[in-house]
């Protein structure tokens, strides 16, 4: 049973636009949205993460938008550049769980020079 | 150069072999995990450890054991019981329990079994 469900499995944008990636959870005991980002080969890395007492957080062009009544959460990526090409993937977690991650199924993004 | 460590980064084995696969952390973090990741699968937990001598099962633990006798190590055993072993394993540590604590990735042994 997914935990954290993500759309759309792959995303091809055009350099310059804004990508958007989507996921829903529904355990509302979930109280951590990480997102993270994999390149080929590579293991992934920490992008973004909030917490379900805001609605919004922005570092630089990457923002995650969060809306708790609907249990969902996405990652806005502002001015798409190639060099963001890689698989992203949301997860969740919650403290009583010892800080262990469900992960969404993951994003393919290709942005096109 | 503090990091996970993952080693060897391609292995190959024959079906009906077990084989271990390493992890080594010098980052003094008390928790680690291993998952398995299959195209179109996301991140699967295997195993995580809080602590040395004590591991809790994930969600796809069958075929697979660990160990966790040194804070630093944390080997996984892909055994022949697990029928479907082909993918790339991924351990992570993590400082402590508390989601204050960000989950690094080690760089991945990819594992073909033929």
């Known amino acids: 049973q997914q935990q954290v469900k993500q759309s759309p499995q792959s995303l091809i944008v055009q350099k310059g636009g804004i990508s958007i990636i989507n996921c829903a959870y529904e355990n509302t005991a979930f109280d951590y949205f990480p997102w993270y980002q994999q390149f080929p080969g590579k293991g992934p890395a920490l992008l973004i993460a909030i917490r379900p007492d805001v609605s919004e957080k922005k570092e630089g062009r990457f923002t995650i938008s969060f809306n708790k009544s609907a249990k969902q959460f996405s990652l806005h990526i502002m001015d798409s550049q190639p060099g963001d090409s890689a698989t992203y993937f949301c997860?969740?977690?919650?403290?009583?769980?010892?800080?262990?991650?469900?992960f969404g199924r993951g994003t393919q993004l290709t942005v096109w020079p | 150069d503090g990091g996970i460590t993952q080693s060897p980064k391609y292995l190959f084995r024959k079906e009906g072999q077990n084989v271990t696969l390493s992890c080594e952390q010098n980052l003094n973090h008390d928790a680690m995990y291993w998952y398995r990741q299959d195209p179109g699968q996301g991140l699967r937990l295997i195993y995580y450890?809080?602590?040395?001598?004590?591991?809790q099962k994930g969600d796809i633990a069958e075929g697979y054991s660990v160990s966790r006798e040194k804070k630093e190590s944390f080997p996984l055993t892909v055994t022949s019981a697990q029928k479907n072993p082909t993918a790339f394993y991924l351990c992570a540590s993590k400082g402590g329990a508390s989601l204050l604590y960000e989950q690094y990735f080690g760089p991945g042994t990819r594992l073909t079994v033929t």
């Open positions: 997860a969740a977690s919650k403290s009583s769980t010892l800080g262990r991650l469900y």
């Open positions: 450890s809080q602590i040395v001598n004590d591991f």
